[in-house]
């Protein structure tokens, strides 16, 4: 069914959703009104720790619009998910005791006709607590103790190596918290009828948000429908269920109303999530030539006081560089903030820049070309569990992205290499890595009687361009013109589909579109040979062939043949319609026995001015083996906004908290920095390698949202030095860290 005429996949397509943005007619979730509507505002915790002891809300139901106050003691009852069946990274329901965890906490939450009257109504509610400290203590040490630690992967011996090498580093790296900060607020508008929800949500996993809300609300899954058509992204702070979207489903059953919840700015520092605070030491050991001989690498992650979410830092650690030697172990720290969640990149991209800011580091100690140290130990199959690589040309990531960047011509001598007005610039590299993999998928697809076809997954589009690919791939196995395809997606009413998360959606789609598409086919053709008005009535099944909309004998080319809107109409019927399936790439046979990631390098050049404390990215050049591109254009936009949100990571973004009171002091998009348009690198130059992965599927593709992010961090803080002398280890880079260097200097 492949036709390799079929020439969209790999070109630089525009968004078929572009004119619905564009236009103000795409629908995100709190654009969503109903006849009757309340409008929901939560009351949230002053206090990091302690418990309530009193609740007073007489004021505020006595004011205007004011339907009803939910709290501990007078709300209606919501449930644990059992996390075998649902993912929820908070499990603790809203108001199931009076104990208070963080700051902003859910207390109250407040019912009214109007979100205006709502609001008024929760400031007007007063909360009485029995408050001790927090502790929101930033250094993470006690996680790094021996026996905090928890082994997940080694092999060989790394103390003994470590003590026989002739180079070492011995260093620890810390990231902060980052908030997600996605422009559309986390929404959630619930109706309710009949014992029966349907939720527009914000979410980047519909079909798991089912789940989830049914288990927490205590009703069968067929009962709850999660719609979703439009996200304003979410950067894996919308992956999962949060206590929104349970408060405003529960107020709409209770109330028989429907009820819009909206968060605001400041709910997104605590009640949504957030990039854990890491704290990283790596150890390594290398010959004087500069191969590897350990990597010991320990890290812990911050986490909330009842949950067990961390940073999985270690993840790309054990394949990325060839080393005999290697032990990877893990802690988590806990302590009273909201919830961590992903957040692009999850794991790796804070693990990378440890990772490779050591290696960075280890090249200069060798007095080695930090691309050649890289090079020299690239290993030749996946020594974390011995199995070949489906697909590695980080090789060709790191010559070509040296030659695209003039690497050749750095010279590594610190502070050596100026503008003609003197400003000084830095160079830096950085490798990256990140998994590929297929989630079960279903889709189903149909001809139709018009000329037009339609095909359908419970998958969701977070602004990515997953409408748009959904249709090339379309094009792709049929050939029918992009214009005559219909996307459904965004409702759990759809043949399940994956999350919006890890960067699988793209990988996963292909087999079941394909699967569904071939079905669609055979009951087209069997309409063809069978049909009373048929022009092939009475022909063989095996005799006809179907291409670029028409059906035809094989014997005789597609334009003779006759088109698909014709053999439904010659049989009176308005569709052929096909079920299409996957399996995770664990269960393919043609994954089986294989090791599947991506990969790529990240070039990076800064200018540092010291007499006016200027630091800015001038140039990034990234190239990615991601496997078949599907969508030049949107993959293009996707990496470029990751490089951005890396300088975000490396210059610009931690979430502090108020060390008394646990409080984020900066939870506004004014002392929160996040990367401008004057923080964007003026050149930022992005390169795919043509390298299909067929143990993925047919078509090769894997995902790319997530390694556009991974090692710019690092990248950065190594131009950072190159220009300044100055290892940052802790992110994000601060003018105070380079200064103080400018003053040593001026003071020798």
């Given at each position: ?724 002398g100055v290892r940052v280890r802790e992110l994000p880079v601060r003018m105070e860290d380079l200064l103080q260097s400018v003053n040593q200097k001026?003071?020798?």
């Amino acid at each position: 069914m492949l036709k390799d005429n079929a020439t969209t996949i790999g070109t630089p397509v525009p968004r078929i959703d572009g004119p619905y943005k564009t236009t103000g007619t795409a629908k995100y979730s709190s654009d969503h009104n109903f006849p009757g509507m309340l409008h929901a505002a939560p009351v949230c915790a002053t206090i990091a720790k302690g418990k309530i002891t009193g609740i007073d809300t007489t004021v505020a139901e006595a004011m205007r619009g004011v339907v009803k106050i939910y709290h501990y003691g007078n709300a209606p009852h919501l449930y644990r998910p059992i996390p075998r069946d649902a993912r929820v990274d908070e499990a603790r329901p809203a108001f199931e005791d009076e104990n208070v965890y963080y700051s902003g906490q859910y207390v109250a939450v407040v019912v009214a006709e109007t979100i205006e009257q709502a609001r008024a109504a929760a400031r007007a509610v007063k909360v009485a607590y029995a408050a001790e400290k927090p502790d929101n203590s930033p250094d993470l040490s006690d996680g790094l103790q021996e026996d905090a630690l928890h082994e997940a992967y080694k092999r060989g011996d790394v103390d003994g190596a470590f003590a026989l090498g002739a180079v070492k580093i011995d260093a620890t790296y810390v990231t902060p918290v980052e908030t997600h900060n996605p422009m559309e607020l986390h929404a959630s508008v619930a109706t309710y009828d009949n014992g029966k929800f349907v939720l527009y949500e914000t979410t980047q996993s519909i079909v798991n948000h089912r789940s989830a809300m049914a288990q927490m609300l205590g009703v069968p899954v067929e009962n709850v429908q999660i719609i979703m058509k439009f996200l304003g992204s979410g950067f894996g702070g919308k992956l999962w269920v949060w206590q929104h979207s349970l408060l405003a489903a529960s107020a709409a059953r209770d109330l028989r109303r429907p009820v819009k919840l909206v968060t605001d700015r400041h709910s997104q520092f605590t009640n949504v999530g957030h990039r854990p605070r890491t704290q990283q030491r790596l150890r390594l050991a290398a010959t004087a030539e500069g191969k590897l001989s350990c990597i010991q690498h320990d890290y812990s992650s911050e986490t909330s006081i009842l949950d067990n979410v961390g940073e999985n830092c270690g993840e790309s650690t054990p394949f990325l560089w060839s080393t005999p030697n290697l032990r990877v172990r893990s802690s988590m720290s806990r302590r009273n903030v909201g919830t961590p969640t992903a957040m692009r990149g999850p794991g790796a991209v804070p693990g990378l820049f440890a990772l490779e800011s050591a290696m960075d580091e280890l090249a200069i100690r060798l007095k080695m070309d930090p691309v050649q140290l890289r090079l020299l130990n690239e290993p030749e199959k996946d020594e974390s569990n011995g199995l070949p690589f489906s697909s590695r040309h980080m090789k060709e990531c790191l010559t070509l992205g040296a030659e695209k960047f003039g690497w050749a011509k750095r010279n590594p001598v610190v502070g050596s290499m100026k503008k003609p007005d003197g400003t000084i610039l830095g160079w830096g590299m950085a490798g990256a890595s990140w998994g590929a993999g297929r989630i079960p998928t279903s889709a189903n697809f149909a001809f139709r009687d018009d000329g037009s076809v339609r095909v359908g997954c419970a998958t969701q589009d977070i602004g990515t361009g997953t409408y748009t690919v959904f249709s090339q791939m379309v094009h792709h196995i049929t050939g029918i013109s992009m214009g005559r395809i219909e996307v459904a997606l965004g409702d759990t009413s759809l043949p399940p589909g994956p999350l919006s998360g890890g960067s699988r959606v793209t990988g996963s789609l292909f087999p079941a579109i394909q699967d569904a598409v071939n079905a669609a086919t055979k009951q087209l053709l069997q309409i063809a040979v069978n049909g009373v008005r048929s022009p092939f009535k009475g022909a063989k099944l095996d005799d006809l062939a179907f291409s670029e909309g028409r059906v035809y004998r094989k014997a005789d080319n597609s334009a003779s043949g006759v088109s698909f809107e014709e053999i439904l109409r010659s049989a009176n019927l308005r569709f052929a319609i096909g079920e299409g399936s996957s399996v995770a790439s664990q269960q393919d046979p043609k994954a089986k026995g294989l090791s599947l990631h991506s990969f790529g390098a990240q070039f990076v050049e800064v200018e540092w001015d010291p007499g006016i404390a200027r630091l800015r990215v001038s140039r990034v050049v990234t190239v990615i083996d991601g496997g078949q591109i599907i969508n030049l254009k949107a993959a293009t936009n996707q990496v470029e906004g990751a490089i951005v949100m890396g300088v975000g990571m490396g210059l610009l973004e931690e979430t502090i908290y108020d060390q008394r009171y646990g409080h984020p002091v900066n939870a506004n998009y004014a002392d929160y920095l996040v990367a401008t348009h004057a923080d964007c690198p003026p050149a930022i130059d992005v390169t795919f390698l043509d390298y299909p992965d067929k143990a993925m599927s047919e078509i090769g593709a894997r995902g790319i949202g997530e390694i556009g992010l991974a090692g710019v961090a690092p990248a950065i803080t190594a131009a950072v030095y190159h220009a300044s002398g100055v290892r940052v280890r802790e992110l994000p880079v601060r003018m105070e860290d380079l200064l103080q260097s400018v003053n040593q200097k001026h003071r020798a």
